[in-house]
Structures are given as C-alpha cells and as structure tokens.
C-alpha cells in the first residue's frame, strides 16, 4: 500500500515539524517551569518497543517525582505525579517532546501507543501484531477512551488499526486526538492516575 510505505512518512515530516515549530513557545514555557521546579532536566527518557519491536529511547516531560520509600522501591504514579504534572498529563503537554521521535523516525503520529518492554514477553501472538507499524503520538484506542478501556479493549483497537490503516483514518484520529486533548478525555482509569499495569491476563 502507497500510503503506508510512503504517505505516512511523509505526513509525519509535514506535520511534525509544523507542529514543533508552532508550539515552540508552549514547549520552552513548559519546559522552563520543569526546569525550575525539578532543578534538572524537564525530560523523560524510557526504552520502549518500536516497529518490529526494536527499542528505542521516547522522550516526554517530565511529570513525576522521583520518591522512593525506605527500600528504595519508586512509590506507586499517584503518589510521585504533582499538581503541576496532573495539569500537564490532563492537556497531554507532556507528549510534545515526541514530536522529534516522529521527526526522527521512530514514532509515527498516529500508531499503536508505544509501551513497556517488560510487556513484549507477555503479549499472544496476535498482541505483537501491535508492532507491525510504528507507534505513535495518538492512536484508535487513544480516541475510543484512551487509558479508561481496559487492555483487552485496547489491543483489539490497536490490531484493527494496523489491518485498516489508511490516510482518512489518520486524519480522522489526528481530528478527533486534538479535541479529545482541549476537553482532557480519557486520561486515567479508575483507581490509577495513569494506567494499570498490564500483566498479560487483563
């Protein structure tokens, strides 16, 4: 298909770097309070699994403390997010460092959402097929309820993607991502600030 081998690289260029561009100033702004409230660098740096499940380095702001309790176990995401940081994740401010992972050529806009590399071992054979195209910034599962579906939910969106992948169904997920982020849908389940851990039964 021409749109997978060659459109969707090209969009990403296009539309990535307009991006960046355009929210340079939220970026700098963002990123100058981090620096300031975290005396350090404003970034998250974590492995995860990209196309064909070759890792690499996704870059985000950085939302969390770094708290431990007395064994020097990090402590549960609801107790290390901030005030700050829960703002940041509600208006997904703090996927805007991607867009150089999309300009570098490891994430694509729109994908399956990229996710732990302790995951790859628990994943059915039909799971892995989540890797079969970049991941990306936003996805299908992102605009059908984002980190409130369960994980079941979330990879049969994440493989229907990958079998329907087409330019309107990006633009259309590209669309329907940007209010989704002005109304602050779907940023946790319940119970968890982010997202439960998936332990390859749920």
């Not at 990209?50 to 996704?58: A, C, E, L, N, T």
């Not at 176990?73 to 107790?79: N, Y």
């Not at 984002?146 to 329907?164: A, L």
């Amino acid at each position: 298909m021409i749109y997978k081998a060659f459109g969707k690289r090209l969009l990403d260029l296009i539309l990535a770097s307009s991006m960046a561009i355009i929210l340079f100033p939220l970026f700098f702004i963002v990123a100058a309070i981090l620096i300031f409230y975290h005396q350090g660098s404003p970034f998250f740096y974590q492995s995860r699994p990209g196309y064909k499940g070759v890792v690499f380095q996704i870059i985000k702001f950085k939302t969390m403390l770094d708290l431990r309790d007395q064994n020097g176990m990090v402590l549960p995401d609801e107790k290390r997010v901030f005030g700050l940081g829960k703002l940041i994740r509600k208006f997904s401010l703090d996927e805007i460092p991607q867009l150089f992972n999309v300009i570098r050529g490891d994430m694509s806009l729109v994908g399956p959402r990229p996710l732990l590399v302790e995951y790859l071992e628990l994943y059915t054979e039909e799971q892995h097929k989540r890797h079969l195209v970049k991941p990306g910034v936003t996805g299908w599962a992102q605009i059908n309820g984002r980190n409130t579906i369960s994980w079941r939910q979330k990879f049969n969106y994440d493989i229907w993607y990958v079998q329907n992948c087409s330019l309107a169904l990006d633009l259309k997920i590209l669309v329907v991502t940007f209010w989704n982020v002005i109304l602050g849908k779907g940023v946790s389940q319940q119970g968890h600030v982010t997202v439960g851990k998936f332990d390859g039964t749920n």
